[in-house]
């Protein structure tokens, strides 16, 4: 397909949204905070410091080259010595080459490799803190940081610093050996030629002065665009079915490359830049060149300095000089790798506002609910979503949840599962407020079973003793057959090790769901919760789903949340929920002879194998 065909796909598509122009800089403090930070973790390795000398002797290796060589067209064209004295010396001058090629290899592969596993561990230690910062942290924290960002952060930032604090920072340090010992040789050899050469070094230092914070600039424009391209092509590839049920196919193309185009004609503004940098320093250091070699050849004419010498000088300040033009690209690495070691800074250092860990761990737990006089409001919006909710289940209970959707009901599942906490009241389990409570303990005694389970691409074992790694293949068999999927299971060909697909897609909902009720009911919760677990099944499916889970609720608190009549007639009590608030209470038949709220949501949602229970009333 061309881009014209791309293109005409979606002219039409009013409800396309462009980027927004955000852009992400950093302060001066916070630069020079992750530069500091990235170059003590480097060099807390103590193979860092061993690996700047043979960086350092390499980059001067090309001077003593044209030093030696200076000196050999000096020996020729010496007139006091005979033929033989100068066959002697030249085997010698052959011998320091050797000797030079020698060390040069040595040093060379112990700079190669230092770097390479430096830059390696450097990137693998941030991503792990990265990692594990992400892992530890409250849902809120993804609520205002999208996943493609993240997996930017972990891909390409971590990437770019292994490259400029690697392989790249050996060679900056061999730029900055070949320049000094070249501007140093210079001047004992010749001071004049020798200011001539420094005189180029103030001019370089202004035009990269210059340009490369704009490269900077512009590289976190690039960052962003990326960014915000990942997370487009993470949701659109994982929700594909869902595109393609809303027929969004060109809407998504056209967000991913509105942000693809912008990163790539960002990147075009870079190379422009750099290559007007590039040129002009060049036309700096070879007019620096050519007045060497006119004001070196008129010293030689009057006999004031030796042949050999304007050769080595001529080699130690256009080496020197050429090192400062190649340093700069490794600067400019290191400049994007600090704005990206900055980023990476900033989330690696955030505080979950929910401790991962630590608090109380209650003995005999229950399973008691209470809700006392609960207001909420998720962090990233400025309407509360529950509003003064108070209820009480005690333990060993069935609570129902139901209302339209956006009513709330919802929301205090993720309350429960301490996903949030409240914004105003308190929730208690046993009588200890939640917030006291070890959140690993918690989500011990707490199962949740979605709507839309999350399964991983593994064996059906494996996703099943996700809820307790430790757990027998007996205990898996156990959980399998309470949750009633046993049967299915062992009909596969590959049984109990059968790779499930991404998000299981090689299984039916309902099969996927007895999966994920059995990996609730391995870890043995004492409060289960299901969110809604059988809407989006066929009848088929939902009575196997829902003898399953009537089977596990038994002897536990179990809070449901649904709005089929199927899934909550037989719950102890049914709390109505609509805006936010509890309007209605009470059993199956206590709501329906209200003829309430409750009635009106039954009767709006009515099918004929229902009916019956309203002619009752």
Known sequence: MSDSDIESM???????????????????????????????????????????????????????????????????????????????????????????????????????????????????????????????????????????????????????????????????????????????????????????????????????????????????????????????????????????????????????IEYTENSGNIEIKISLIMTAMMSLIMIVIWSMVVGNVYYGGTLVVKGVMPVG????????????????????????????????????????????????????????????IEFKNVSFKYPTRDTYVLRNVSFDVPAGQIAAFVGHSGSGKSTVVQLLERFYDVTEGAIYLDDVDIRELDPRWLHHKIALVAQEPTLFQCSIEDNIKYGAKKATKEQVIAAAEAANAR????????????????????????????????????????????????????????KKVQNALDKVMADRTAVVVAHRLSTVRNADVIYVFDAGEIKEQGTHDELLTKGGYYYNLVQRQLTEEDHHLLKKN
């Open 309 to 368: 010498d304007l050769f080595s000088v001529f080699g130690f300040t256009m080496l020197g000089s050429f090192a400062i033009l190649s340093m700069q690209g490794s600067m400019q690495s290191e400049q994007k790798a600090i704005a990206a070691g900055a980023r990476i800074l900033k989330l690696s250092r955030h505080q979950s506002e929910v401790q991962f860990e630590g608090g109380k761990k209650i003995e005999n737990f229950k399973g008691h």
């Open 487 to 542: 049967k299915f299971i062992e009909k596969l060909p590959h049984g109990y090790k059968e790779i499930v697909g991404e998000k299981g897609s090689s299984l039916s909902g309902g099969q996927r769901q007895r999966i994920a009720i059995a990996r609730a009911v391995i870890k043995d919760p004492v409060i289960l919760i299901t969110d809604e677990a059988t809407s989006a099944l066929d009848a088929g499916s939902e």
């Open 10 to 256: 979606y002219l039409d598509e009013s409800d396309y949204v462009p980027p927004p122009n955000n852009k992400e800089e950093f302060t001066k403090e916070e630069k020079k905070e992750a530069r500091s930070h990235l170059y003590s973790v480097l060099f807390h390795e103590c193979s860092a410091k061993i690996a700047v000398f043979p960086s350092l002797i390499i980059g001067a290796i090309p001077i003593v080259v044209y030093l030696v060589f200076g000196q050999i067209l000096n020996l020729l064209a010496d007139r006091t010595k005979n033929t033989e004295e100068k066959y002697k010396d030249l085997q010698n001058f052959g011998l320091y080459y050797i000797i030079i090629a020698v060390g040069a290899g040595f040093c060379k592969f112990l700079d190669t490799f230092l770097w390479i596993r430096l830059g390696s561990k450097l990137s693998v230690k941030i991503r792990k803190q990265l990692f594990n910062t992400m892992m530890k942290s409250e849902v809120t924290f993804f609520d205002v940081n999208p996943i493609g960002g993240i997996l930017t952060l972990l891909s390409e930032d971590a990437q770019m610093v292994q490259d400029a604090f690697g392989t790249m920072k050996g060679e900056q340090l061999q730029y900055i050996a070949q320049f000094l010992s070249g501007i140093i040789l210079s001047f004992v050899y010749s001071w004049r030629l020798a200011l001539i050469a420094l005189a180029t070094v103030p001019v370089v230092l202004i035009f990269i002065g210059i340009f490369v914070p704009k490269v900077v600039k512009l590289s976190a424009q690039k960052f962003e665009n990326v960014s915000k391209s990942m997370t487009i092509a993470e949701e659109s590839l994982s929700s594909i079915r869902t595109v393609k049920t809303f027929n969004r196919e060109s809407i998504e193309i056209k967000r991913f």
